[in-house]
């Protein structure tokens, strides 16, 4: 092999390593791309679109109130899901038959969308749940004690002390004594679904610590329907709001 040829040789995989440094850099730290897999964010997000999250935005900041991010599932942190943010740390959300209210009062909700049923479940009753913030003693039990197990238990493992924790009566117990009050350790987010009857969602398995928000959905890249050749066209570089 001559000079000049291992010269271009050397220059090609030069080139091919930093190429593949640079979008190890970019998909960790500033940008990755997500696909919706369900319709629990319809109408605002439809299964087949494809999405680019901003990792980087939430280094600096909390999310607020109404972003739609992309986080690690409490459950299976191995699974990303995909929701909109309804209450931020020291929020206290309710649901009234559909109707959202924060702190005891009605807030806009804009992209909620319920189907023609009457579901008397959390669907659209959600008893008062105050959103934990860092630091904070808050009491757990009550009509939102599952809830609060999960959380309990989630951080009980992150500290790796493993636990029996279990909900009697409404009270919230671990390893057989009832535990009233926890200080958390993160700050946490409720997640609601647009799609709220069919959404499975922090209703059902409990606020989402901020450590496990991987970023915030800015714009549909490419979209398409039951068969790969259906392309949306009209939602392709859509917004996301």
Known sequence: MSARTKSLVREYVEAIVIAVALALVIRTFIVQAFKIPSGSMIPTLLIGDHLLVNKLVYRFRLPDRDEVVVFKFPQDRKTDFIKRVVAVPGDEVELADGRLLINGAAVPDL???????????????????????????????????????????????????????????????????????????????????????????????????????????????WSFGNRVWQIRWDRIGDLIH
Request: hydrophobic letters at 35%; glycine letters at 10%.
């Open 111 to 221: 992209h909620a969308s319920y189907g023609p049923g009457r579901p008397t479940g959390r669907e659209r009753h959600l008893p008062p749940f105050k959103v934990p913030k860092k630091g904070e003693s808050v009491r757990i039990g009550g009509p939102n004690a599952e809830l609060y197990r999960l959380l309990v238990a989630n951080e009980l493992k992150e500290l790796d002390r493993p636990a029996s924790v279990d909900v009697v009566d409404g009270r919230v117990r671990v390893d057989g004594a009832v535990v009233e009050t926890w200080q958390v350790a993160d700050d946490y987010l409720f997640m609601m679904g647009d799609n709220r009857d069919n959404s499975f969602d922090s209703r059902f398995w409990g606020p989402v610590r901020r450590d496990d928000v991987v970023g915030k959905a800015v714009v549909i890249y």
